[in-house]
């Protein structure tokens, strides 16, 4: 790609990587974890595992984005590394789960919180924000990236100031009546090998989904090589600080049985640290911020399409940009799936579908990783994983166990899997290949 659309710096990237993250997981995911956790320590261990196993996935991806330094992702490593069948299947995965999913559960999210401070239609505020980003990315790179970065460190400040004030409420004052304890107890230990527990890694791991998003975008980088890798490590290491600085904020300032099954947290947590009218001005605040986690998601997503675009002639037109860098037509296909998911209004149900289908292919990807160094020991590799092989051991073994237990309780999610299995042979059938 020529220099001129290498439009994001390192400290673009990094922020591109955080609005990924944080977002819709960290503001709706800790009511559904507690209703089958309901212990504090055990929900805090819950995001600092998380974050520890996002780290390991963002060192793995590191090696691979600096090794291949192209935009798409899955779709490049995969299809490298195993199969191009499996890559163009992990593309088109990525655009119609792994990226509208996210946009759609982002802007559901918004919808719900702004209906909670304010008389409006939830459904509609969803409708709007999505089309807003797409009229925002589609058109124009540059305007979107400089909305990414000052929407992103916006939402970065605010949260850091919600939790510091949160924290300096609950020691002046005390927890609130009927908040759940966050020290460790006897309990703790029986809520970490429950079930429940396994079963909201997947929630989990799809709060911390967005750190690789700058391998995304490899293309638009500048020095992707040095910055990508650097870039999604930065990111993990900071979005685990603030998500577990958020949630026990949450947990300290919402009575536990308001918590239980409620994606509002935010808003709850505002009415208790300031009460009615300034939770309302918080609670306000926290609902707008979702909009960089629609836009982070509307500018990376798209560019897997424009890659597979680049490389299926019967799909030339997704790679096609306008005179402003952006690719206009992928845009609008990725963010016509998303609008269709708004549609259901379903947040769980997606929510569960998105957590799974996307660890799934992550979790190929990191294991991608052993299968190179084994076959290629010989290609250059800028960044190495530290500890090798231990980063990308923990990861597999602790998404594997999460995806069983989550295929165990929740039969809907093995829908992903079929998804996968009909992808696999319609690709390969087109292909002339078996998958």
Known sequence: MPTAYRFLDYRAAVLLAVASMVGTGVFTTLGI?????????????????????????????????????????????????????????????????????????????????????LPVNALAVAVLALLGATGLHAFDVALGRTFQVVTTVLKVLILLFFSIAGLGWALAVGPAPGAVGVMPSADTLAAVWSLGFAQSLIYVSYAYSGWNAAAYVADEVRDPQRNVPRAMVTATLAVTGLYVLVNLTFLLTVDYGDLVGTLEVGVLSARGIFGPDGGWLLGLALSLLLVSSVSAMTLAGPRVLQAIGEDVRGLRFLARCNRRGAPTRAVLVQQGLALGLVLTDSFEAVLTFAGF????????????????????????????????????????????????VVAWERPLALMAIALVAIGAWIVGRRRGERP
């Open 33 to 117: 974890q507690a209703e089958g956790v309901p212990d504090g320590a055990a929900l805090l261990l819950l995001w600092l595992l998380g974050g520890l196993v996002a780290l390991c996935g963002a060192l793995s991806y590191a090696e691979l984005a600096a090794a291949l330094p192209r935009s798409g992702g899955e779709y490049r490593f995969l299809g490298r590394i195993y199969h191009p069948v499996l890559g163009q299947l992990a593309g088109w995965v990525s655009v119609s789960v792994g990226f509208s999913a996210p946009v759609a559960l982002a802007s559901m999210a918004l919808g719900r919180y702004l209906a909670a401070v």
């Open 357 to 404: 289908t996307l660890t799934l292919f992550a979790l190929l990807t990191v294991a991608g990783v052993l299968r190179l160094r084994h076959r290629e020991p010989d290609l250059p590799r800028p960044f190495r994983v530290p500890l090798y092989p231990l980063p990308p051991l923990v990861f597999l073994t602790v998404s594997g166990v999460a995806l069983l």
